[in-house]
């Protein structure tokens, strides 16, 4: 009964157009994010993105991939040096997370 109740509001929506401006429209969906994420963090997670707020260790590796960026791109060694000890900081910061909590967003290490 709920389920005959969910399709008839979709096709009735569909057929408002509802659906026509969506975001991504007729490109495939990466779902590769939400198979990469635990099982039992993916609810608060999505929770979470539709809210507009990142986790934390989402936000420590945007940083380090941000600096890893700035690192790559820079040709001042005196900067450089800068950047590698930036990068250090937040690896350091990251795999301290991953390991009290037993898991992470990311598996490599960088330069």
């Known amino acids: 009964m709920f389920d005959k109740l969910v399709e008839q509001k ?3 929506a569909q057929e408002a157009g509802e659906f026509d401006d969506l975001e991504g429209a007729g490109r495939p969906v990466n779902l590769d994010a939400y198979f990469n994420t635990p099982e039992e963090l ?3 997670y999505a929770l979470l993105k ?3 707020v990142l986790p934390q260790e989402a936000v420590v590796v945007k940083e380090l ?4 960026a700035r690192l790559e791109a820079c040709r001042d060694e005196a900067e450089r040096e800068r950047l590698r000890l930036v ?3 937040l690896q350091l910061k990251y795999n301290l997370w991953v390991e009290r909590n ?3 967003l990311v598996r490599s290490e960088y330069p």
């Open 42 to 44: 993916r609810a608060g």
């Open 87 to 89: 990068v250090r900081d």
């Open 50 to 52: 539709n809210a507009g």
């Open 65 to 68: 991939n941000e600096a890893a």
């Open 102 to 104: 037993g898991g992470g």
């Open 10 to 12: 979709i096709r009735e």
